[in-house]
């Protein structure tokens, strides 16, 4: 966590800017469009990753599909996964939270200012309408991301099961499923450092819809699984090869 205070003492000017700025689009909506929100948003998290010695390479950004929307479903790491995937997504996209988490500060600017969607874990009637309006938001056209294992904990590049239910967004809404890979994402929040540190995502070839109608919730989130936790592993294999 060193590095988390660290940032947020060093950047404070910038937070001050952007938590001004992210309150001035919410009063003025209409003025900013996605593609606005999501250029401000990057331009809050490249800041954060000079700051905080952070460098963060993707891979596989060829196999994002080029037009409408899908849904990204990722390992999860920690605090800076998501700040880690959309600094390498060029189009504009937005991420599913816990609603307890999302209100933190700083927090909640930005994911107001992303139009985040909020899934309230104690109330399963929120949940359904949360759900619901995903579904209908990434038919439209958004790309989100969402992470089925449901939280975190010193896990690191250690992939726990995917929860099924975290796949009716892509299922009702029949839209491709993009796998992603993240590999050291833990290292900028979780180590007690300020060391230069390097996170990798790896965007994988998407599921299309006519490959995974005929499967049930479950076999999806195995298969989604699975594809991560075979990247991973080969990347982490190769990393320690002598050759």
């Known amino acids: 966590m060193l590095r988390f205070y660290y940032v947020i003492l060093i950047s404070l000017p910038f937070i001050l800017f952007y938590l001004g700025k992210a309150l001035y689009i919410e009063k003025h909506d209409a003025r900013y469009t996605e593609a606005d929100r999501y250029r401000i948003a990057r331009r809050a998290i490249s800041i954060l990753q000079r700051n905080g010695f952070i460098r963060t390479n993707a891979y596989g950004t060829e196999n994002l599909p080029c037009d409408g929307g899908y849904v990204m479903y990722s390992n999860h790491q920690g605090k800076y996964d998501a700040l880690g995937i959309m600094s390498a997504h060029q189009a504009p996209c937005t991420v599913m939270i816990d609603d307890k988490r999302s209100h933190q500060l700083i927090t909640t600017q930005f994911i107001s200012l992303l139009k985040g969607i909020r899934l309230d874990k104690t109330d399963m009637k929120k949940q359904v309408k949360t759900i619901l309006d995903a579904i209908r938001q990434v038919k439209e056209g958004r790309r989100i991301i969402i992470f089925p294992e449901g939280g975190y904990y010193r896990n690191r590049n250690e992939v726990h099961d995917f929860l099924p239910g975290a796949f009716k967004c892509a299922m009702k809404s029949q839209t491709p499923i993009v796998p992603v890979a993240l590999i ?10 300020l060391k230069p ?32 936790v075979e990247k991973i592993n080969e990347v982490c294999h190769k990393n320690r090869s002598p050759f």
């Open 184 to 193: 050291d994402s833990y290292k900028p929040f979780e180590l007690n450092s």
């Open 197 to 228: 540190v390097t996170t990798q995502v790896h965007f994988l070839s998407p599921i299309l819809y006519e490959e995974y109608k005929e499967m049930n919730s479950k076999e999806i989130a195995d298969l989604t699984r699975a594809r991560i």
